[in-house]
């Protein structure tokens, strides 16, 4: 394998972008956002692959403007996923990995906005017999909270204190739309929303876009002093039925783990848009009470659709690049329920 | 790291219709995933990782429903990719599964892409009224008519040239069993009495709007040594450029011409003609066959193009056959469109491709493209080991 690290990172998030349908307006300051960071100009990126759903922009081929924000004449190396920031990172690294290129760029973009999110992602569930009851989002992540609750996995109280953690951490964050912590007693008088769920244990409804860059070898160390190299990264999928699994459990974020080596990680960032499942993704990646878990504030705090997960694996890059960790992991999921996930983890080497 | 072999060792399809209210799309996915798998001499059980193509969600009406097939599929307890890259899709998720290989991540690799278009309705899908945008309400054909005319002002071509290139893909079709359509007795002369739909663009120069599917097994070097007849890879390119560029030329696009040269370059080609044996081209409407000849270089830029199909020579028999199973003009799964052409042309390098292989083919091009002629993947495969 070759080595390749994470050398650049831009982000925007907001609770209403108020531009064109799909936020593609905001690609193109973060392009140049990462050109000031590794001072490359567009030739000097050799693949470009971004993620993006044209469910959630309201149209077919949502991607094909973005791809004229990156300026593309001449034409590039380009691709696309229907799939979160991080698999398209994913699919810039295998290319990376052939040896066909030595850098990339990748991005993506939602704006959740635009329509009601929690009945568009019911249009992601099996179409024949799920989708024509509508269950929301909200209302499926509710169901998976009560089973822990109900079974004694945990308790409302571990919740509202990942909640607590994650809103304190964020009043750091620039981009967080939702922050402020309170205290654990103060959450749990607040009002349910979806049985067992309070509002602050869903992430909020959040626009935005994010680009990370990634370069092999010494167009790496070229770039940046202390690059996050990708020591593990690893994804998989579960059977989406509701009925049949385990919901307090997430295999493939298990087996994602397993396979990109969580130990030794000192900084993990969870895509968990509920309170609850962070507590799932802690045990399925094995992160002991020393890793510090979303030091951004997560996804609690902001969770633009499609380039959340690839913004938690920007956030615990930076915490290498500022020599603050040696080790750190990002995580992505998508699907409801934790259904399938994916594991960066990434190490500093001076 | 320098990138590893790869070889195609299983295809798979589906019988394309205009409906196949038979199977759901878990089904018509598992037609193809099952014969490419029986091909290849495997189960899901040796699948290391499956990617998933398909054009835009609104055709089926499903959100990224690679979620919801991914037991059916087997990806559960897998790697699952989806895939999304306007028409050329088939192409790119095929480039994708393969770099997995080529990567040195996985060994064996299950891709598929598909298209239920009788599920939803494209002209709509392809419509929706979106704010601040142009709206194009042109569907596909009316979109590219302009290119074609364009074209034919260029070049010089007589008028008839498209219905020689929707006669020979019909009567190709006749020997490919898949085919959605399988209509005897297309001849040149039936084709220009067919209805001009968008001028200078016939009924009977359109492609079909298809049910479809397509499996490929793409493996590393070990495990293609049991194959007896695997289909290597020699090389694999994606390209886009601008959709709104004024500077654009849609007719020959500088995408095309690129991948092209990147291509030949990869698989160390200098005459392709001479030495590219059959080729699968995406020809949604009948005159993209020229079009792309000339593009690919298979022929000068100044007409080569129409003189090369008006000669017979991109017939079955001819200089260089195109399109032997009768191409996207006789089965249009629009997301595995693509994938079919990789496919085909995997075939006749494995001399696998039935009543239309062609004698002793051993290099043969792949081509797939997309939006408005601005999204390009191809590959090229061969009987024999790549040797750079």
């Not at chain 1, 699919?91 to 030595?102: H, N, P, R, S, Y």
């Not at chain 1, 510090?292 to 997560?298: D, I, K, R």
């Not at chain 2, 219709?17 to 495997?42: H, N, Q, T, W, Y």
């Amino acid at each position: 394998m070759r080595d390749v690290a994470v050398v650049g990172f831009a982000q925007r998030q907001m609770e209403e972008f108020d531009g064109s349908p799909t936020c593609v307006e905001l690609l193109v300051p973060l392009f140049e956002e990462c050109y000031e960071q590794t001072g490359w100009t567009r030739t000097d990126v050799g693949f470009w692959c971004s993620g993006s759903s044209d469910y959630l922009a309201g149209r077919s081929f949502s991607f094909v403007q973005a791809v004229d924000a990156i300026g593309v004449i001449p034409p590039v190396n380009e691709s696309h996923v229907e799939m979160d920031l991080a698999w398209a990172m994913y699919e810039a690294w295998l290319k990376i990995q052939t040896g066909e290129v030595d850098t990339a760029v990748v991005y993506a973009f939602g704006k959740s906005s635009a329509g009601v999110l929690r009945r568009t992602l019911a249009l992601q569930l099996e179409p024949y017999t799920m989708t024509p009851l509508w269950p929301d989002t909200v209302s499926l992540a509710g169901l998976q909270a009560r089973v822990g609750l109900d079974t004694g996995q945990w308790d409302e109280r571990a919740m509202a204190e990942v909640v607590n953690r994650s809103l304190t951490d964020a009043e750091k964050n620039e981009y967080a739309v939702r922050k402020g912590g309170s205290s654990v007693e103060e959450l749990l008088a607040r009002p349910r929303y979806a049985d067992p769920l309070r509002k602050h244990d869903c992430a909020p409804v959040t626009d935005g876009a994010a680009a990370l860059v990634l370069a092999a070898g010494d167009r790496a160390r070229e770039v940046c002093d202390r690059p996050a190299w990708i020591t593990g990264l690893a994804h998989s999928v579960d059977a989406m039925s509701m009925g049949t699994r385990d919901l307090t459990r997430s295999p493939s974020a298990e087996r994602a783990g397993t396979a990109a080596g969580t130990a030794g990680v000192e900084v993990a960032e969870l895509h968990a848009p509920f309170s609850h499942q962070e507590l799932i993704l802690r045990r399925e990646l094995a992160l002991g009470d020393d890793v510090a878990v979303n030091p951004s504030g997560g996804a609690l705090a902001g969770n633009p659709m499609f380039s959340a997960g690839g913004i938690r694996i920007g956030e615990a890059a930076r915490r290498i690049w500022t020599g603050d960790a040696t080790r750190t992991l990002g995580h992505a999921t998508s699907g409801p329920a934790l259904q399938q996930n994916l594991v960066c983890v990434m190490e500093g080497r001076s | 790291m320098a990138k590893q072999p790869a070889a195609v060792v299983g295809i798979g399809q589906t019988h394309h219709r205009a409906k196949r209210e038979d199977v759901s799309m878990a089904g018509l996915c598992r037609e193809a995933i099952d014969r490419a798998l029986a091909d290849a001499g495997m189960t899901l059980d040796d699948v290391d990782a499956i990617v998933v193509g398909k054009a835009p969600d609104l055709f089926e009406g499903v959100m990224m429903p690679e979620l919801f097939l991914a037991e059916s599929l087997g990806a559960a307890g897998k790697p699952l990719l989806r895939v999304h890259t306007a028409g050329s899709v088939g192409g790119s998720t095929a480039i994708v599964a393969a770099s997995l290989v080529q990567a040195g991540v996985h060994k064996r690799v299950l891709t598929v892409a598909y298209e239920k278009q009788s599920e939803s309705n494209a002209m709509w899908a392809l419509s929706v009224p979106v704010p601040f945008n142009m709206p194009v309400h042109a569907g596909a054909g009316g979109y590219f008519a302009p290119h074609v005319r364009s074209y034919i002002r260029r070049s010089g071509a007589p008028t008839h040239i498209g219905a020689i290139v929707a006669a020979k893909d019909r009567t190709n079709a006749l020997r490919n069993p898949y085919a959605h359509l399988h209509n005897e007795g297309t001849t040149v002369e039936s084709v220009m009495a067919s209805q001009m739909l968008w001028d200078p663009i016939r009924y009977d120069e359109t492609c079909p709007s298809s049910d479809g599917a397509c499996a490929l097994v793409i493996v590393d070097e070990d495990t293609a040594k049991a194959s007896p007849n695997p289909a290597w890879i020699h090389g694999t390119v994606m390209r886009s450029e601008a959709t709104s560029a004024a500077e654009r030329d849609q007719v020959n696009p500088q995408a095309s011409r690129d991948a092209a040269a990147a291509l030949w370059k990869q698989a160390g080609i200098t005459s392709p003609i001479d030495e590219i044996d059959a080729a699968e081209i995406y020809v949604p409407f009948s005159w993209f066959e020229p079009m792309w000849l000339e593009s690919l270089g298979f022929a000068d830029a100044n007409g080569g193009g129409w003189r090369l199909t008006e000669s017979g020579g991109t017939a079955m028999d001819g200089r260089i056959p195109v399109n032997c199973s009768g191409g996207v003009l006789s089965s249009n799964p629009i997301g595995a469109s693509g994938m079919l052409r990789f496919g085909e042309a995997a075939l006749q390098v494995r001399g696998a491709a039935g009543e239309h292989q062609v004698d002793g083919a051993r290099k043969a091009l792949g081509h797939a493209y997309g939006g408005g002629s601005q999204f390009f993947a191809m590959w090229v495969v061969g009987a024999a080991r790549p040797t750079n």
